[in-house]
């Protein structure tokens, strides 16, 4: 069954976690119901893509309010393609939700334990990876953005880590989901890339990609990610999937399929009382 079930016109929610624990909004954005002009239409969230900043900010608005979390409880991640992962406090609430310049530099993965935040990651292709664990009373949540270059560096199994050593968690209290993104069908990648894949998976796991020609491959970033996180101590059973293609679907904006400019989705997750 799909972990994403579209509740609104504006966002997936990730049902399967909310009917566990209605404490959490954590979900995915469509690029519907926003005010934002060709090529951003419609909910563009992203303000580092060339669209109007008062657009962005007033879309914001829009599913700030229909989440009801304010936009001042909101934080960013920088988000450079790299592999690091930030913890964060009640201090960082609003780091980029109104200016890009605010959040959180280098980063492209966030974790806290505190409430009453809304941690955020942008997307248009790249995987969007959720995480979520209760452990003595406490309960932890994580995002990290892992484009291919993320991915292989192991950005999913570093907030794992974080996670064990930080916070003491065993790993079978580790939940986590990847979220709507490019599919394997759409996802055409090079040699450079498919030899950096190899490098960061075991060896005995299965490669997840097809040779299409010499030098040309489909890639599957959400099976590479899934099983970079069995890699690192999660099973399969505590990991969701989504199926939802970005560059295969009028809901979201893909920055493939329509030629590098377009919106941004945002993925969300946060625990409020």
């Known amino acids: ?18 009917r566990k624990n209605p404490q959490l909004r954590v979900g995915f954005t469509t690029r519907l119901d926003g005010v934002s002009s060709p090529p951003y239409d419609s909910l563009n969230l992203g303000l580092h893509v060339g669209d109007d900043e008062q657009a962005v900010i007033q879309n914001r608005e829009l599913l700030a309010a229909e989440l009801q979390v304010p936009l001042s409880q909101w934080v960013f991640a920088e988000q450079i393609h790299g592999s690091e992962v930030v913890h964060v406090t009640a201090h960082d609430r609003g780091a980029g939700a109104f200016e890009r310049q605010s959040a959180l530099k280098g980063a492209d993965g966030l974790y806290t334990s505190d409430q009453g935040i809304l941690l955020c990651s942008l ?14 009373g406490a309960i932890y949540i994580g995002l990290a953005h892992a484009g291919w270059k993320g991915t292989v560096g192991q950005i999913g199994a570093k907030l794992v880590h974080a996670w064990t050593e930080r916070f003491y968690l065993p790993k079978e209290a580790i939940h986590a989901a990847i979220g709507p993104s490019i599919s394997c069908e759409a996802y055409e990648v090079d040699q450079v890339v498919i030899d950096q894949i190899d490098r960061a998976l075991s060896s005995e796991a299965t490669r997840p990609y097809v040779k299409r020609e010499e030098g040309r491959y489909q890639l599957d970033l959400k099976a ?17 999937v989504s199926s939802h293609c970005s560059a295969q679907s009028n809901l979201l904006f893909s920055h493939r399929h329509e ?11 946060g625990v409020f009382s």
């Not at 972990?3 to 997936?12: E, G, H, I, K, W």
């Not at 969007?128 to 664990?133: D, I």
């Open 1 to 18: 069954m799909e972990p994403f079930q579209q509740v609104s016109n504006r966002f997936f929610e990730l049902s399967e976690w909310t």
């Open 259 to 269: 030629g590098g400019k377009t919106g941004r989705m945002m993925s969300f997750i």
């Open 224 to 240: 590479c990610n899934e099983q970079l996180l069995i890699d690192a101590g999660l099973e399969k059973a505590q990991i969701l």
């Open 123 to 136: 997307y248009a292709d790249c995987v969007p990876l959720y995480f979520y664990a209760e452990h003595r």
